[in-house]
C-alpha cells in the first residue's frame, strides 16, 4: 500500500529563515511525486512535479527535490504571504506497469506559518 | 479558464438527505475525480473518471454515487447522508497521458450533516 507521510506537521518561521519541509514515501514504483500549495478556505494549488531520484525544481523561494525515499521541499527567506498548508503526493505506477490514472495518494500536510 | 468549478459552496444537510455536487472543467481533461478533506486525513480520493463513460471507486465510495455526465461535468451524490460524510470535498481534473501530469483542484464543497 502506497503511504505518505510529511513532517512537521506544522512549522513556524520568522520572516527570513529558511528551513525544509519533508515528504517521505513508500510506493511500489514511483511514476511522479507532487507538491501542492493550499491557502485556507481554498483548493490545492499545484507547485512541482519530480519525476525520478536527483531531480530538482525551483519557483521563487521554494526547491523541491526528489531521493528515492522522500522529497524536500526548501524554503528560503520565507515571507509571511508563504504561509499555507504544504501537500504532498505521490502517484504509482500501475500494477501491469500501466497507467494508475492518475490516482494520487496525499500526506497530511505540513502547516507553514511565517511571522513578519 | 474559469478552470475547475464546484457548486454549491457551503451546504448544511440534515441525516437522511440526499444531495448532488456539481463539478465542470473547462481545460478539455479527460480524467476527473472527487476527493474528501478532513483534519489529520489528508486529501482521500472517493471516486474517479478515467475518461469520458467510465467511473471507478477510490479508497472510500461508500455512501457516494457518481455520474460523468459529460467531458466537462463530474458529479457526487450523497444518496443518504450521514454526519460521518461531514467534510470539505474537491473535484479535480488532469489532462491526457500516461506520463504524471499534475491534476487541478476546484474551490471545494463545505457539507456538514447534522
Known amino acids: 500500500e502506497d503511504q505518505v507521510t510529511q513532517s512537521p506537521e506544522a512549522l513556524r518561521l520568522q520572516e527570513g529563515e529558511s528551513s525544509s519541509l519533508n515528504c517521505s514515501y513508500t510506493v511500489s514504483g514511483l511514476r511522479g511525486l507532487f507538491w501542492y500549495r493550499q491557502d485556507p478556505g481554498k483548493g490545492p494549488e499545484f507547485l512541482f512535479t519530480?519525476?525520478?531520484a536527483g531531480e530538482e525544481k525551483e519557483k521563487e523561494r521554494l526547491k523541491a527535490t526528489l531521493t528515492k525515499k522522500e522529497s524536500f521541499l526548501h524554503i528560503t527567506a520565507p515571507k509571511p504571504e508563504d504561509s499555507a498548508t504544504y501537500l504532498c503526493?505521490?502517484?504509482?505506477?500501475?500494477?501491469?506497469?500501466?497507467?494508475?490514472?492518475?490516482?494520487?495518494?496525499f500526506g497530511q500536510g505540513t502547516i507553514l506559518t511565517v511571522h513578519p | 479558464n474559469a478552470g475547475v468549478t464546484q457548486t454549491p459552496k457551503f451546504q448544511v444537510l440534515k441525516t437522511g438527505q440526499s444531495m448532488t455536487l456539481q463539478c465542470a472543467q473547462d481545460m478539455n481533461h479527460n480524467s476527473m475525480y472527487w476527493y474528501r478533506q478532513d483534519p489529520g486525513m489528508g486529501l482521500r480520493l472517493i471516486y474517479y473518471s478515467a475518461s469520458e463513460g467510465t467511473t471507478d471507486k477510490g479508497e472510500v465510495p461508500n455512501g457516494y454515487n457518481v455520474s460523468r455526465l459529460n467531458k466537462r461535468e463530474f458529479s457526487l451524490r450523497l444518496e443518504s447522508a450521514a454526519p460521518s460524510q461531514t467534510s470539505v470535498y474537491f473535484c479535480?481534473?488532469?489532462?491526457?497521458?500516461?506520463?504524471?501530469?499534475?491534476?487541478?483542484f476546484g474551490p471545494g464543497t463545505r457539507l456538514t450533516v447534522t
Open positions: 503526493a505521490v502517484q504509482p505506477n500501475g500494477r501491469t506497469g500501466g497507467t494508475s490514472y492518475g490516482k494520487l495518494t
Open positions: 479535480a481534473s488532469r489532462g491526457y497521458g500516461t506520463s504524471a501530469n499534475e491534476q487541478y
Open positions: 519530480l519525476y525520478s
